[in-house]
C-alpha cells in the first residue's frame, strides 16, 4: 500500500479504494509472542526425536512438558517451519515361488482371458 501511495501521491483511503482492500487491513502489525522462539525450539526437538509425530503428538508432548498451547498454534507453527511427517514407505511385496512351492503371477492376466465371444 505504500508502495502505490508512493508512486502515485495519493491518499491512503483513495488506494485502498483502487486495490479493493479495506483500510482496517493496512493498520494491522502482527504481534509475536515473547515465548514463540523458545516454543519452535522444543517442537524441533520433538520432531527429531520422534520423526512420526504430527501436530496433534506434538502438541500433546508440550502440554506434557507444561506449556499451554493450543493446537492451531502448534500448527501453523509446524507448516511455517516446514516440520511435516515423512511418509510411510510400504513394504513390497516378494514376486515368485512362495514358501509352499506355489509360483505367484508375475503379472496380471488380461482382462478377457478366457472368453470366447459367441458368432
Known amino acids: 500500500m505504500t508502495h ?3 508512486q502515485t501521491g495519493c491518499s491512503e483511503r483513495r488506494a485502498c479504494a483502487v486495490l479493493g482492500q479495506h483500510r482496517s487491513t493496512q493498520r494491522y502489525e502482527r504481534r509475536v509472542a515473547a515465548d514463540e522462539s523458545a516454543l519452535v525450539g522444543r517442537i524441533e526437538e520433538i520432531v527429531r526425536s520422534h520423526p512420526r509425530y504430527g501436530y496433534r503428538m ?3 508432548r508440550l502440554r506434557l512438558d507444561g506449556w499451554r498451547v ?5 500448527h501453523r507453527l509446524c507448516r511455517r517451519d516446514g516440520l511435516r511427517v515423512p511418509r510411510k514407505n510400504r513394504r513390497k511385496r516378494r514376486l515368485g515361488v ?4 506355489r ?3 508375475l503379472r496380471s492376466a488380461p482382462s478377457r482371458h478366457g472368453f470366447a465371444p459367441t458368432v
Open 4 to 6: 502505490v501511495q508512493g
Open 58 to 60: 506434538v502438541c500433546g
Open 103 to 105: 509360483l505367484r503371477n
Open 98 to 101: 512362495s514358501a509352499n512351492g
Open 70 to 74: 493450543n493446537h492451531k498454534r502448534v
